[in-house]
């Protein structure tokens, strides 16, 4: 059973920087897609980066540069590094888990970046 457990948000003031961490059960990397999303309050849910086991992320172009997405094998987790934070970047983020016609969601974590 795939279980997704996110960690990691808060307040933050602009320019500061995040980790997200996606602790993972029942998940083989190497055979899924890990990614992250982000809502924002009336709109709609949008893919922050994406990760296959051995291939190269991907990254939506508002946070390209700026955020980080990694996987530790040895922990079982997903990270998200954010960077210089922007308003903007105020969201729930979820954690997401695909392997075939099958996905998995974390409950998410709050982001809110305000001085």
């Known amino acids: 059973q795939v279980q997704l457990a996110e960690s990691g948000g808060g307040l933050v003031p602009p320019g500061r920087s995040l980790r997200l961490s996606c602790a993972a059960s029942?998940?083989?990397?190497?055979?899924?897609?890990m990614g992250w999303y982000r809502q924002s309050p009336g709109k709609q849910l949008e893919a922050v980066a994406a990760i296959t086991g051995g291939g190269s992320p991907n990254y939506a172009d508002s946070v390209k540069a700026r955020f980080t997405i990694s996987i530790d094998n040895a922990k079982n987790t997903v990270y998200l590094q954010m960077f210089s934070l922007k308003p903007e970047d105020t969201a729930v983020y979820y954690c997401?888990?695909?392997?075939?016609?099958?996905?998995?969601w974390g409950q998410g974590t709050q982001v809110t970046v305000s001085s």
């Open positions: 997401k888990a695909g392997v075939a016609a099958s996905e998995y």
């Open positions: 029942g998940v083989i990397f190497s055979y899924y897609t």
